[in-house]
């Protein structure tokens, strides 16, 4: 089979849905026949197609840099190139905002069957206008209903697509490299970091859901002795959000701020010499960034949003009330105080178990055979409902 993977940015990636879709990639068998086209952002560095794996080749798309206008040209035009010339046998589509390109596809190749894959609502971000909420809405009806089959890293979505569509629906977790390597890129020293010395909160994009104001107002409470490294991009789309919390972190006197996007194996580096990872996330769908961070050995304290129980398990001692300075501040105490305990351990060991990109990947391939090779009968793109 040919398969086209659309929806993610860019690859190698640097963070959320990219890094899963990078990760079904890297983990599919190679010895099966089939081939992958991904489709990215066109960049300097990446300015043409190239292979990026025996079976796997990279299609920069160009992309105009505008606010709203990036996402809507690479989407637009990898839809286009992906329909009218690539042509394969099946789409896996990645982020419901892809939802009105995804017709592009139907219309223009209406045997061809498509996967999507839900990696949160987008819509919940409170860095988007109210405007752009009610098209994100728009764009997952129009998702749902072009999609042959559909598939989502968070468990509640199903009943939700469920009571709206009788598109079939199934919850793959996201998943952990068990053994990550932990590079040297000499990144902790430049900031005068000491391995074990210092607590660690990093995002792709600072918006006021992924919660670093609540970590601020609980560390200013606590005063703890070890300086905070705080990682990231402050160029997101709440401007004003952005800017107050980047002034804030300057004028911390124990603040360490690196921000910026960090290309893993840097950012790899920080986490496994972090003594604690703080997790404050008000909405997640499987955050990535969370699985990384436990599969590196670190301990992690996040925040108890039923995403996040879904990958510590219920009894994770290391989980704080949602949105509550207070009680993060009580068990960041308690952490420094009384030590990680067996708990670290155990969640790694639980989540190489239950969240195996290997075994992950797999599930994705039957649903590529399921939708491509239909029972002799049934036409392509055709599911039994």
């Not at 200013?220 to 070890?226: A, E, I, M, N, W």
């Amino acid at each position: 089979m040919n398969i086209a993977v659309l929806g993610s940015k860019s690859l190698p990636a640097f963070a959320g849905a990219d890094r899963v879709a990078e990760n079904i990639l890297h983990h599919l068998p190679t010895d099966d026949g089939n081939r992958y086209r991904i489709y990215v952002v066109r960049t300097p560095a990446q300015p043409r197609a190239f292979d990026f794996a025996p079976n796997l080749r990279v299609i920069p798309i160009p992309a105009l840099n505008g606010k709203h206008s990036k996402a809507t040209t690479f989407f637009f035009l990898s839809a286009l190139h992906c329909a009218l010339v690539l042509r394969p046998d099946l789409a896996h589509v990645h982020d419901s905002a892809f939802g009105p390109f995804a017709w592009i596809l139907r219309i223009l190749r209406p045997r061809m069957p498509l996967l999507g894959t839900f990696h949160g609502n987008p819509y919940e971000r409170a860095k988007w206008s109210r405007f752009a909420k009610w098209f994100l809405r728009i764009s997952e009806s129009a998702f749902i209903r072009a999609c042959s089959a559909l598939t989502t890293v968070a468990r509640a979505k199903v009943a939700d697509v469920q009571a709206r569509s009788k598109t079939p629906i199934e919850f793959i977790p996201n998943g952990v490299n068990p053994a990550p390597a932990i590079p040297q890129t000499l990144l902790a020293e430049k900031y005068g970091l000491v391995p074990g010395s210092y607590l660690m909160f990093a995002a792709g994009r600072m918006d006021p859901t992924k919660g670093l104001h609540h970590l601020l107002d609980a560390y200013d409470r606590l005063q703890p002795d070890l300086p905070l490294l705080v990682v990231g991009g402050f160029e997101g789309h709440n401007r004003e959000y952005s800017d107050q919390l980047l002034a804030r972190c300057r004028a911390e006197e124990h603040v360490v701020l690196i921000p910026r996007l960090l290309a893993q194996p840097e950012l790899f580096e920080l986490v496994a010499g972090a003594k604690l990872f703080v997790f404050p996330s008000e909405i997640e769908a499987m955050s990535m960034m969370l699985l990384e961070v436990i599969s590196c050995g670190v301990p992690v304290l996040a925040s108890d949003i039923a995403e996040n129980v879904e990958i510590t398990g219920p009894d994770y001692p290391w989980l704080f009330r949602n949105a509550d300075p207070a009680n993060l501040a009580e068990k960041l105490a308690r952490f420094l105080r009384d030590g990680p305990g067996t708990e670290i351990a155990a969640l790694r060991e639980r989540c190489a178990r239950d969240f195996n990109w290997t075994a992950i990947a797999l599930r994705y391939l039957a649903w590529y055979r399921r939708l491509a090779l239909p029972p002799r009968g049934r036409p392509a793109g055709e599911t039994a409902r």
